[in-house]
């Protein structure tokens, strides 16, 4: 697979995560154009359907970043993240998917070197993986 | 007012839907009285050919239980669509798979060794595999061709409406039939038969405090019948699924599958259990949520027990 330069969606928390890949940039730190970035208000709002989507439209990779545990802008947020994204990984090993897809890490505001090395390392492994394989079956109505 | 013409069809389906009809009971002949039935292949003779030669529209409603597995299903669906006025996807397998799409977590060629090969009451030393096509001395024999996935009825013909249930329960199969022969039926695309609220919402068991410490099968423990199962630790489904059954699972002290199908807005029941069950872990460190997480036996096929055919991750034959 030469040439592949993996998708991957970024959802960042507001206050800590998406703070620190601010810092990442003015810091002016290198690190690979691969990552998409969409900011939710905390991690603890990523929900799995989120995930499922973006593999399924056309990402390789799902990164999910929030504040370190204790320190979530709205308490225990990021005690939903930790419960929920281990239950969703083995979901995703049942289905088949390549559970290194989808990366949790926890990254504060003041951690911009932190966020480039985990961006660097995730786009490695994704891209080891490859591309992420969906059929090309369209559902066809609006079910539920 | 004239007779409405109804069909009924079983694709890859047990049975039970067919079932759930005649249990209206009585009430069966009253639907007789409204309607001629032209092909209802578990309850009367009917033959294909009968339906080719109609024209199009002759059905007023088609109700189609069971999934797409083969190409006899999906044939039998286009026919019934092109003769059919109003599609109606009936019960989960056709809604959303059922429990024929749990074959979608596992390979075609998995599937069929399994069932030929593997399972205890087969004995085929040879390793016979059914063929579409095969030379006898008598002629040749045909058989319908073993799909690599699940589909459900949308997914290979236009469906007008959905009716969720494992099966539909009578009471609401008898309130679709009422809106048909009424004419009073919702928008195109709706989902009758079931509400827009959750199960909980109409779960009459006393719900505190979702804290859970571990779960349980449901053979591991003789639940307390007043209070939420899920607070005692049963993987119940009713946070993200449809209300509209009465119930009918928590009256008998089981948790809810989640049959009914996901909530309207939701596109993915499973996604959102994962969720919902998220959320009421009581524990905290990543190994304590790791020990918790060991007591979910099956949590993919728990969680998209009725909707593998619709998951937005689509299986092993992905
Ligand atoms: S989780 Fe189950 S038992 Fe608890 S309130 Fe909802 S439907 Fe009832
Ligand atoms: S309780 Fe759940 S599984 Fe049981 S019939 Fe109702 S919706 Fe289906
Ligand atoms: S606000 Fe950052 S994880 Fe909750």
Redesign the pocket.
């Known amino acids: 697979m030469e040439n592949f330069e993996p998708k991957i969606i970024g959802f960042l928390c507001n206050w800590c995560s998406y703070a620190g890949a601010d810092l990442a940039g003015v810091g002016r730190m290198q690190y690979p154009s691969n990552l998409r970035v969409i900011r939710v208000m905390c991690s603890g709002r990523v929900d799995p359907t989120f995930v499922f989507k973006a593999l399924s439209e056309g990402a390789d990779g799902v990164l999910i970043a929030g504040c370190h545990p204790g320190d979530c802008h709205y308490t225990d947020g990021n005690y939903n993240t930790l419960k929920r994204i281990p239950l969703m990984l083995k979901v995703l090993e049942q289905f088949g998917v390549e559970k290194e897809r989808v990366r949790m890490e926890w990254i504060s505001a003041a951690e911009g070197s932190i966020f480039a090395g985990v961006v660097k390392e995730f786009t490695e492994t994704v891209r080891k993986l490859g591309p992420y394989k969906r059929n090309g079956l369209e559902r066809g109505g609006k079910v539920g | 007012m004239a007779k409405l013409n109804l069909a009924l069809y079983w694709a890859s389906s047990c049975g039970g839907c067919d079932v759930a009809v005649l249990d209206v009971n009585e009430k069966i002949l009253d639907i007789a009285a409204v309607a001629d039935i032209v092909l209802w292949p578990v309850a009367v003779d009917g033959k294909y050919a009968d339906i080719e030669a109609m024209e199009p529209g002759t059905i007023d409603v088609c109700l189609f239980n069971g999934a797409v597995r083969n190409s006899e299903n999906e044939h039998i669906a286009m026919l019934l669509r092109e003769k059919s006025k109003v599609m109606v996807a009936f019960g989960?397998c056709a809604v959303s798979g059922g429990i024929p799409a749990l074959a979608n977590f596992k390979e075609r060629d998995e599937v069929l060794k399994r069932v030929f090969m593997e399972t205890p009451s087969t004995v085929n030393p040879e390793g016979v595999l059914p063929l579409t096509r095969c030379e006898v001395p008598e002629g040749t024999l045909s058989l319908p061709e073993f799909y690599k996935y699940v589909h459900c009825l949308d997914q290979v013909v236009e469906v007008d409406y959905y009716v969720?249930?494992?099966p539909p329960?009578p009471q609401r199969i008898w309130d679709v039939v009422q809106a048909i022969v009424s004419g009073n039926l919702p928008p195109r695309g709706a989902t009758v038969g079931a509400t827009e609220k959750s199960?909980c919402d109409e779960c009459k068991r006393i719900k505190q405090n979702k804290k859970v410490k571990r779960f349980y099968r449901v053979h591991e423990i003789i639940p307390d019948p007043e209070r939420c199962l899920l607070e005692q630790g049963l993987l119940?489904?009713?946070p993200v699924?449809?209300?509209?059954?009465?119930?009918?699972?928590?009256s008998a002290n089981?948790?809810?599958?989640?049959?009914?199908?996901p909530l309207p807005g939701v596109i993915d029941q499973g996604a959102k259990y994962i969720s919902s069950i998220g959320s009421i872990m009581d524990v905290q460190s990543p190994e304590e949520v790791e020990s918790l997480l060991e007591t979910i036996a099956d949590p993919a096929g728990t969680f998209y027990r009725?909707g593998m055919s619709t998951a937005l991750l689509r299986g092993a034959n992905r």
């Open positions: 989960s969720p249930g494992c329960t199960l119940c489904m009713g699924t449809r209300g509209g059954c009465g119930a009918q699972c928590i089981m948790p809810c599958r989640g049959c009914y199908g009725f």
